[in-house]
């Protein structure tokens, strides 16, 4: 099977190092028919079949990684681990890759956070609720004023982490966010991504200075609920940023 995907293949015109490599990849995967579970090629016979340099296909391959699409087995080789099918619309292969797993990782993140919003509802002190408002007040500042907000967000994030009483939460949800590569280019990495959401925040941080933990986890739930529709409707090309 995988030396029959390499059939698929032809040798780009240019030594292109980002979009048409991978295009080139997701392209041989599904035309192929490789599955997940199956392996891929060498990298060596796909730089040569390619007509690219072994670096070249590596970082592609990391990339790919980065997603969760594939895993190496040290000694053994590269397995597929996701679906991959090219883009037909206005939509890249890329980005619609890109976006199948932000989902993914907001199906582990919604568990992650429902359980984290709830005990920072109940543990936290009197000093860390006001503190958590008053992180969405300027988070919501840097928003409407049109600045970054990513730092901002992630210390309003960070504060609730905290409250929980758990430092592990903070850990791996900040890790699950860093293991999910985006390209410099992605419409998901945008400062305008995502911003339906922050409306939501000031009902999280409401619902948490209140010791409402029903209403906290309401707000978290819609918060990501809103999250998923954009990534949704920018990979079926409903909504391009």
């Known amino acids: 099977?995988?030396?029959?995907?390499?059939?698929?293949?032809?040798?780009?015109?240019?030594?292109?190092?980002?979009?048409?490599?991978?295009?080139a990849l997701a392209d041989m995967v599904e035309r192929s028919g490789?599955?997940?579970g199956d392996r891929l090629p060498?990298?060596?016979?796909?730089?040569?079949?390619?007509?690219?340099?072994?670096?070249?296909?590596?970082?592609?391959?990391?990339?790919?990684?980065?997603?969760?699409?594939?895993r190496r087995r040290r000694g053994d080789g590269t397995y597929?681990?996701?679906?991959?099918?090219?883009?037909?619309?206005?939509v890249p292969t890329m980005v619609r890759l890109e976006g199948e797993a932000l989902l993914r990782l907001m199906e582990i993140r919604r568990t992650l956070e429902n359980d984290v919003v709830r005990k920072a509802t109940i543990n936290a002190t009197a000093s860390q609720r006001r503190q958590i408002s008053e992180l969405c007040d300027l988070l919501l500042m840097e928003v409407n004023a049109g600045?970054?907000?990513?730092k901002a967000d992630h210390a309003f994030h960070g504060a609730i982490y905290d409250a929980s009483g758990n430092p592990?939460?903070?850990?791996?949800?900040?890790n699950l966010d860093h293991a999910l590569e985006r390209g410099g280019t992605s419409p998901f990495a945008a400062?305008?991504?995502?911003?339906?959401?922050?409306?939501?925040?000031?009902?999280?941080?409401?619902?948490?200075?209140?010791e409402d933990a029903?209403?906290?986890?309401?707000?978290?739930?819609?918060?990501?609920d809103t999250v998923e529709v954009e990534v949704k409707a920018i990979i079926e090309g409903g909504k391009l940023i």
């Open 42 to 70: 060498p990298e060596v016979s796909l730089a040569a079949t390619l007509g690219v340099g072994r670096s070249t296909i590596r970082e592609a391959l990391n990339r790919w990684e980065g997603l969760g699409i594939i």
């Open 1 to 23: 099977m995988r030396q029959g995907a390499l059939s698929y293949l032809e040798p780009l015109e240019t030594r292109t190092r980002g979009v048409a490599v991978l295009d």
């Open 191 to 210: 400062d305008n991504f995502g911003l339906e959401s922050f409306p939501i925040h000031r009902e999280l941080a409401d619902a948490i200075f209140a």
């Open 147 to 150: 600045r970054p907000w990513r």
């Open 214 to 224: 029903e209403q906290a986890v309401a707000a978290i739930n819609r918060l990501l």
């Open 168 to 174: 592990m939460y903070g850990q791996l949800l900040v």
């Open 80 to 90: 597929l681990s996701a679906r991959v099918q090219t883009s037909r619309g206005l």
């Open 34 to 36: 490789l599955k997940i």
